[in-house]
């Protein structure tokens, strides 16, 4: 049956229930996905280079049993300079029936999509700022193993309900909706329009305007008030039920705190789960700053892949498992992404240390939050083994996110363990006040964030270099052309005689180094300072524990033995 959706075209909408064949007209162009819309980032294209997304207006319908998404983007774009051919990403999976520029329909003559760059050339000149509208329909990419290889999840509760997630952070937003799929391509503004069976939720990024009720169906209508992470728009369909309820942030401003769940589905854990969100953000606000999207919410939906930061609306589906430190791993990691990937946003994905590391170093923060040095140091050590050193954390260049997430040629998870690490080193190095002032300013671009003053900040790695060297007081470029910029860690050479403690840097290619290293003797901590070796006097019944508080991130043999087993 056809279905008309607030003025747009018409679109089919077929329930979970409904058996009537639906009235398809043509076929999506492609059976596979291109190259192109795989890669997510990397060098942009030179017509989409420049070009600003000011606002979004995503209708999206579906036939749950062909798969198949029925999708209507109107895009307001804006340039500094002219362009004879307009280009925005979408897979060549869909076939776009129809695009009008600034009301008038562009001939189909003029829309070409060969390889996921869908080019579009108006009759006529058109100046900037312009709208362009297009219709496509197709069935999307399902996710071969989401949520690391992404797409549209078409699964169905244990009850047998539909039950849809998408989930497109390594190949992009072009999975499903037209888009410029780079990490500068935040739609400043968004409205998100999801048509689904009666029976059924949708639950989206930013704020529930309303939902328009219909015979057969609704329309969810969410809406964005900052600018919302490409790949963090999100589509999250199915029978969910709702725990809801008001958080006070200790800057005394109030959000909503919202979870969609599956009622069929563990509820107790749901419940434990929600209850566990108050304290992760109090924690984040004390030792990071405030909320980020407070005019909106902090929402959580239960998905069937196991989790991903969709802003404002994070995917979750660990099980409610906690670890030995008393919380949700998971749950943590993707709430931080709110600060670091979404408040925050890397310019392009070789940047992506500073969405992962950031965000991994939240969980031994965590737990040491709440159970003091030793959870700590434990969970560091955890993670420590994971460290891989093959590639170098930033390659200098433009990347896409799978060239980044590659573990053969690029840092892989070397992005979040051995980023979470330098996290660590640095903060031991210039101490607390200086590391938590060096955070602030790169998530807020201030110091002193309070609810209202800042708004959403693009970031890369000669950002957060230059902000650290202001708060530290003198260049720390040595730090990070040792730990980002080539791969090998630095050695620390220690040996003993009866008389003598003898100690030194050895650093890949000379670099300059000069890391102070902390040696314990008989209880006493001194600090040294290693611009040159060093030699300590020494008794040999001194008892004598170098770098004792872990604080340096450096080759151990112990760490290589453990990847030979």
């Not at 005394?252 to 769940?261: D, H, I, R």
């Not at 008794?539 to 112990?558: C, H, M, T």
């Given at each position: 049956m056809?279905?008309?959706?607030?003025?747009?075209?018409?679109?089919?909408?077929?329930?979970?229930?409904?058996?009537?064949?639906?009235?398809?007209?043509?076929?999506?162009?492609?059976?596979?996905?291109t190259p192109y819309t795989l890669k997510s980032g990397g060098f942009a294209p030179p017509l989409q280079q420049g070009l600003v997304i000011n606002h979004a207006d995503l209708w999206f319908n579906f036939d749950f049993k062909r798969h198949v998404l029925f999708g209507s983007a109107t895009l307001k774009l804006d340039s500094e300079r002219p362009r004879r051919t307009l280009s925005v990403d979408l897979d060549t999976r869909y076939k776009v029936e129809n695009v009008w520029i600034n009301g008038e329909p562009v001939p189909a003559g003029n829309i070409k999509n060969p390889d996921g760059q869908l080019l579009i050339?108006?009759?006529?000149?058109?100046?900037?700022?312009?709208?362009?509208k297009i219709d496509y329909f197709g069935q999307p990419r399902k996710p071969p193993n989401p949520p690391w290889d992404g797409g549209v999840m078409w699964t169905q509760t244990p009850n047998g309900d539909p039950w849809v997630a998408t989930a497109v952070q390594g190949e992009g937003c072009d999975l499903f909706w037209p888009c410029i799929d780079q990490p500068f391509g935040e739609p400043r503004q968004a409205d998100i329009h999801i048509t689904v069976p009666t029976?059924?939720?949708?639950?989206?990024?930013?704020?529930?305007?309303?939902?328009?009720?219909?015979?057969t169906a609704k329309t969810y209508h969410w809406k964005t008030s900052s600018a919302v992470n490409t790949y963090g728009i999100a589509l999250n369909i199915g029978p969910y039920e709702t725990l809801t309820s008001r958080f006070r942030s200790i800057y005394n401003n109030a959000y909503p705190l919202v979870y969609y769940y599956l009622p069929e589905v563990?509820?107790?854990?749901?419940?434990?789960?929600?209850?566990?969100?108050?304290?992760?953000?109090?924690?984040?606000?004390?030792?990071?700053?405030?909320?980020?999207?407070p005019q909106e919410k902090v929402g959580v939906v239960q998905t069937p892949h196991k989790g991903m930061e969709h802003q404002t609306i994070n995917a979750y589906g660990n099980n409610y498992e906690k670890d030995e430190y008393g919380f949700d791993w998971l749950m943590q990691h993707e709430l931080a992404h709110e600060w670091f990937g979404n408040q925050m946003t890397n310019t392009n994905w070789d940047h992506?240390?500073?969405?992962?590391?950031?965000?991994?170093?939240?969980?031994?923060?965590?737990?040491?939050?709440?159970?003091?040095?030793?959870?700590?140091?434990?969970?560091?050590?955890?993670?420590?083994?994971?460290?891989?050193?093959?590639?170098?954390?930033?390659?200098?260049?433009?990347?896409s996110e799978k060239e980044v997430y590659?573990?053969?040629?690029?840092?892989?998870?070397?992005?979040?363990?051995?980023?979470?690490?330098?996290?660590?080193?640095?903060?031991?190095?210039v101490g607390d006040e200086?590391?938590?002032?060096?955070?602030?300013?790169?998530?807020?671009?201030?110091?002193?964030?309070?609810?209202?003053?800042?708004s959403p900040v693009y970031r890369d790695t000669e950002d957060f270099i230059r902000i650290a060297n202001k708060h530290y007081g003198e260049s720390l470029d040595w730090f990070f052309d040792v730990y980002l910029f080539q791969n090998a860690l630095p050695r620390l050479n220690v040996s003993r005689s009866k008389t003598t403690l003898n100690l030194?840097?050895?650093?890949?290619?000379?670099?300059?180094?000069?890391?102070?290293?902390?040696?314990?003797?008989n209880g006493e901590v001194r600090t040294l300072d290693l611009t040159q070796p060093k030699s300590l006097v020494i008794n040999p019944e001194d008892v004598i524990v170098v770098d004792p508080q872990s604080k340096l991130l450096r080759f151990e043999q112990r760490y290589e033995d453990i990847k030979k087993q």
């Amino acid at each position: 049956m056809r279905m008309f959706a607030m003025g747009l075209i018409p679109v089919i909408l077929l329930s979970a229930c409904t058996t009537r064949e639906p009235i398809i007209k043509g076929e999506p162009s492609r059976e596979l996905s291109t190259p192109y819309t795989l890669k997510s980032g990397g060098f942009a294209p030179p017509l989409q280079q420049g070009l600003v997304i000011n606002h979004a207006d995503l209708w999206f319908n579906f036939d749950f049993k062909r798969h198949v998404l029925f999708g209507s983007a109107t895009l307001k774009l804006d340039s500094e300079r002219p362009r004879r051919t307009l280009s925005v990403d979408l897979d060549t999976r869909y076939k776009v029936e129809n695009v009008w520029i600034n009301g008038e329909p562009v001939p189909a003559g003029n829309i070409k999509n060969p390889d996921g760059q869908l080019l579009i050339t108006p009759q006529h000149a058109v100046a900037f700022p312009l709208t362009i509208k297009i219709d496509y329909f197709g069935q999307p990419r399902k996710p071969p193993n989401p949520p690391w290889d992404g797409g549209v999840m078409w699964t169905q509760t244990p009850n047998g309900d539909p039950w849809v997630a998408t989930a497109v952070q390594g190949e992009g937003c072009d999975l499903f909706w037209p888009c410029i799929d780079q990490p500068f391509g935040e739609p400043r503004q968004a409205d998100i329009h999801i048509t689904v069976p009666t029976n059924l939720v949708a639950a989206s990024n930013g704020n529930l305007v309303k939902v328009t009720e219909q015979k057969t169906a609704k329309t969810y209508h969410w809406k964005t008030s900052s600018a919302v992470n490409t790949y963090g728009i999100a589509l999250n369909i199915g029978p969910y039920e709702t725990l809801t309820s008001r958080f006070r942030s200790i800057y005394n401003n109030a959000y909503p705190l919202v979870y969609y769940y599956l009622p069929e589905v563990n509820p107790q854990g749901a419940e434990a789960l929600f209850n566990e969100l108050p304290d992760m953000l109090t924690f984040f606000e004390r030792v990071i700053g405030p909320y980020p999207f407070p005019q909106e919410k902090v929402g959580v939906v239960q998905t069937p892949h196991k989790g991903m930061e969709h802003q404002t609306i994070n995917a979750y589906g660990n099980n409610y498992e906690k670890d030995e430190y008393g919380f949700d791993w998971l749950m943590q990691h993707e709430l931080a992404h709110e600060w670091f990937g979404n408040q925050m946003t890397n310019t392009n994905w070789d940047h992506m240390w500073l969405h992962e590391g950031l965000g991994t170093y939240m969980q031994p923060l965590y737990a040491q939050y709440l159970h003091g040095d030793v959870a700590y140091m434990a969970y560091l050590n955890k993670i420590r083994k994971n460290i891989s050193n093959k590639a170098p954390v930033v390659s200098g260049m433009p990347r896409s996110e799978k060239e980044v997430y590659n573990s053969q040629n690029g840092p892989g998870l070397d992005l979040y363990y051995k980023g979470a690490w330098i996290m660590h080193t640095l903060r031991g190095l210039v101490g607390d006040e200086v590391f938590f002032d060096i955070v602030k300013e790169l998530v807020y671009d201030t110091t002193e964030p309070r609810p209202g003053n800042f708004s959403p900040v693009y970031r890369d790695t000669e950002d957060f270099i230059r902000i650290a060297n202001k708060h530290y007081g003198e260049s720390l470029d040595w730090f990070f052309d040792v730990y980002l910029f080539q791969n090998a860690l630095p050695r620390l050479n220690v040996s003993r005689s009866k008389t003598t403690l003898n100690l030194s840097w050895t650093v890949p290619q000379a670099m300059p180094f000069p890391m102070p290293v902390d040696v314990r003797i008989n209880g006493e901590v001194r600090t040294l300072d290693l611009t040159q070796p060093k030699s300590l006097v020494i008794n040999p019944e001194d008892v004598i524990v170098v770098d004792p508080q872990s604080k340096l991130l450096r080759f151990e043999q112990r760490y290589e033995d453990i990847k030979k087993q």
